[in-house]
Structures are given as C-alpha cells and as structure tokens.
C-alpha cells in the first residue's frame, strides 16, 4: 500500500505528463488543419481527446485529496468526504473504462486497418510520442492508479447507469457532427455505415459496460477489506 507522500508524487507526476500532452496536442492541431481543429466540433469532436482531459480532470482530483490528507488506506482520510466521493465516481465511471475502452478499440481497429482510425498521413503531423500518450500509457497510469490508491465503488446499478449515460451523451454528439457538420469523427464510422454502424455501437456499449465491470472486480481483489465496493454494501457512497 503506497504512502501519502509516494501517491502525491505519483499524482503529480501524472498530472505534469497529461498536461504537456495536451499543449502539444493543441500545438500540433493549431499548426495543422489536416487534424480536424477547423471542422465542426474541433478537437472536442474525438473520444480521445476528450478522454486526455478527463484523465488529467481525474489525477487533479487525486492530487487534491492527496494535498488534503488521504492516508490511503481505505479507512483513516482527513480530506473532505465529498471530494473524496468525487475522486471515487470519477475513476470507476468515467476514468478507468472511458480511458480502457479509448486504448483497447484504438489498438484493435489499428491492428484491423490503421485508415480506418488512424490515417497514415496522421504520422507526418502528430509525433509517436503524443500518439503513445493518447492511446497507450493511459491505460498502464489507471492501473497503477488501482494499485496504489483504494478506491470506494458506487453500487453496480449507479455505475453502469452512469458507464452508460457518457457513451449515450457522446454518441449524440457523434450523430450530431454527422448532421450538422457532414461528416463522421472517425472514418470507421463511414466505412461501417448502416446496420454494420448499428452493430458497433450496441459492441461498444456493451464493451464499455464490461470494462466497468471489469474495474470493480480487480478493485475488490487488490482491496478485498475496503468496505463499500459496488454491491458488497449497498448504499455506502449515498
């Protein structure tokens, strides 16, 4: 279990890494229209994106329980109940399978074909590094982020409710850059079209659900005597 010091400097650290991604994310799109920056929507029209500012939203609200006094132990916390409540929504419904679901389909329809998500051309512009920062090292960071910190789950009925209240909202958006702005977030999305698109969607929800899942059960493993955990006491988070 990683102490109040250790995890603050973790935090920090975190926090440093997204936030120098994102400047150079802005300074890539600025200098390049080829990314999409001057197209209805902008850079908030893709899941990545908006995934990099949830992540970094996420570690702040870490860091400041840690500056409050979160003794990481699952019991003993001197930081305001509802930041901590905060922290705690914030990983298991919106950070940890947000930020899996953006790793695991990015890499799967690459590895399928790259255009479809990530054109070629995509390579002159937009350095490895920031590619590996959106797509990759989110994932190994949310871990290490369960290892060492506890974390209290809603009950399992308020966590999907909510799972699936983001991925809802954002496929609204999705849809409505399609008919405002004439174009799809992700040629993915044009290649699939009709029932295909259908058929997407409803995999995404559900994988996107099952990440959710997926988090609470190895937050139950690696912290069994935190009490308050999804459906092991209900109502503990009320």
């Known amino acids: 279990m990683a102490g109040r010091a250790l995890c603050a400097a973790v935090h920090c650290a975190v926090v440093s890494w997204y936030i120098v991604s994102l400047i150079e994310n802005e300074s890539v799109t600025r200098k390049n229209v080829v990314l999409g920056r001057n197209t209805y929507g902008g850079k908030w029209k893709f899941l990545t994106f908006l995934d990099m500012v949830l ?13 409050l006094g979160q003794d990481h132990d699952g019991q003993r916390n001197t930081a305001p109940r509802g930041v901590q409540k905060l922290r705690n929504y914030m990983f298991a419904i919106l950070a940890f399978p947000v ?6 389909t990015f890499w799967m329809i690459y590895a399928f074909d790259r255009e479809l998500i990530y054109p070629t051309y995509l390579d002159l512009v937009i350095p490895v590094w920031l ?9 190994p960071l949310l871990l290490l982020e369960m290892k060492i910190i506890p974390h209290v789950y809603p009950q399992r009925g308020v966590g999907i409710a909510g799972v ?9 958006w999705t849809l409505w850059i399609r008919y405002a702005g004439g174009l799809w977030v992700y040629p993915i999305l044009a290649w699939l079209a009709g029932p295909g ?21 190895m937050n139950v493993c690696l912290w069994p005597r935190l009490e308050g ?7 503990h988070n009320k």
Do not use: K, P
């Open 55 to 67: 992540q970094t939203a996420y570690f702040c609200v870490a860091l400041v329980v840690d500056i």
């Open 99 to 104: 930020g899996l679901f953006v790793v695991l």
């Open 131 to 139: 590619n590996h920062a959106m797509h990759t090292t989110v994932m």
């Open 164 to 172: 699936i209240s983001f991925g809802i909202c954002y496929l609204i």
């Open 197 to 217: 698109l259908v058929v997407f969607i409803l995999l995404g929800g559900l994988v996107l659900t099952g990440l959710y899942m997926l988090g609470e059960v």
């Open 229 to 235: 955990n999804g459906h092991s006491v209900a109502g």
